[in-house]
């Protein structure tokens, strides 16, 4: 099955997880398994387990895992840890999350994540329950609006959404291209004429589709729970909802006492839980951004649990 995807940051990601031949591994987002592959290729006598919402996916990364000494299983990765228990697995030495939308998502025009090309409005990475054309019919302008503003940071989110819920009483948008010219008779002129006005509000859609930031949320504590001391959680954020969930939560593990400034002692007894490993986003490469115009947006931080 074809299933094109170009690994973002994937030198970065591998020596990030400062691979040890006989641990155990988690891509929770195994996509096209390029992350994957690279990782099951440096285990001697450990295992790889590779996570999947997607069916797709989770087809292509057991065809292109054969032979190593991987798992393939379909499941969110804010499940990670009733995944591992089910292969009787209790901890990892290091766990990769690569946020967002695949390569192959976008490209394949039926999916319905694309504003370039004219496909049912779907955007759902499981394949199944709420879709694009759910939410964008059924969900009142409040509903919506907050959406465009809070996920798509979408400052034309109003009239968008008003202008979604004014075309839906004559008949449901079925399409992303109908979707697509809504909102370009939404926004101004000049608008228009700087970039594709689109992205935002298919972004925001895309988010509450899938749930993506609660998702994530779940995922942050619990990959770092399931690791050993040592080992690393890396995590590839593409937009700065993510990024500022990624950073927040790793600050919050590497905080130590949260007593009163003005006690004269800790009473809390709290100690850091991790220590970054690098302190500033690692970012592609000049060398990656011309072949991969999509790691342009890409922001690799890497936590080790102590």
């Known amino acids: 099955m074809e299933f094109s995807h170009i690994s973002v940051l994937l030198n970065e990601c591998i020596e990030g997880l400062s691979i040890k031949p006989n641990g155990i591994y988690v891509d929770g987002t195994a996509g096209g398994a390029g992350h994957s592959v690279e990782i099951a290729k440096r285990l001697d006598k450990g295992r790889l387990i590779a996570i999947d919402r997607d069916p797709t996916a989770v087809e292509v990364a057991s065809e292109r895992l054969k032979g190593y000494n991987a798992a393939v299983v379909k499941a969110n990765y804010s499940e990670i840890d009733e995944v591992l228990k089910s292969l009787s697995i209790d901890k990892a030495d290091g766990v990769l999350l690569d946020l967002g939308v695949s390569?192959?998502?976008?490209?394949?025009?039926?999916?319905?994540?694309?504003?370039?090309?004219?496909?049912?409005?779907?955007?759902?990475?499981?394949?199944?329950?709420?879709?694009?054309?759910?939410?964008?019919?059924?969900?009142?302008?409040?509903?919506?609006?907050?959406?465009?503003?809070?996920?798509?940071?979408?400052?034309?989110?109003?009239?968008?959404?008003?202008?979604?819920?004014?075309?839906?009483?004559?008949k449901p948008i079925e399409t992303t291209l109908e979707l697509a010219e809504i909102i370009k008779a939404s926004v101004p002129q000049r608008v228009r004429r700087e970039k594709n006005p689109c992205k935002k509000t298919f972004q925001a859609i895309r988010i509450e589709v899938n749930s993506e930031l609660e998702h994530l949320s779940v995922a942050l504590d619990?990959?770092?729970?399931?690791?050993?001391?040592?080992?690393r959680l890396c995590v590839i954020s593409f937009h700065s909802l993510e990024d500022r969930l990624v950073k927040q939560r790793f600050a919050g593990f590497c905080k130590g006492c949260v007593c009163p400034p003005d006690f004269p002692q800790c009473v809390c007894g709290r100690k850091p839980k991790g220590k970054l490993v690098n302190r500033k986003p690692i970012l592609a490469s000049q060398g990656e951004l011309e072949v991969n115009n999509r790691s342009r947006s890409a922001k690799l931080r890497i936590i080790e649990k102590i």
């Open 103 to 170: 390569s192959h998502q976008l490209d394949k025009a039926e999916r319905g994540f694309s504003y370039h090309n004219d496909a049912p409005l779907d955007m759902r990475m499981s394949c199944e329950g709420l879709s694009a054309r759910d939410v964008v019919n059924t969900y009142s302008y409040e509903e919506l609006s907050r959406i465009l503003f809070e996920y798509g940071e979408e400052k034309f989110s109003r009239s968008i959404a008003s202008a979604i819920v004014r075309t839906r009483e004559t």
């Open 222 to 231: 619990k990959a770092f729970d399931v690791l050993n001391s040592g080992g």
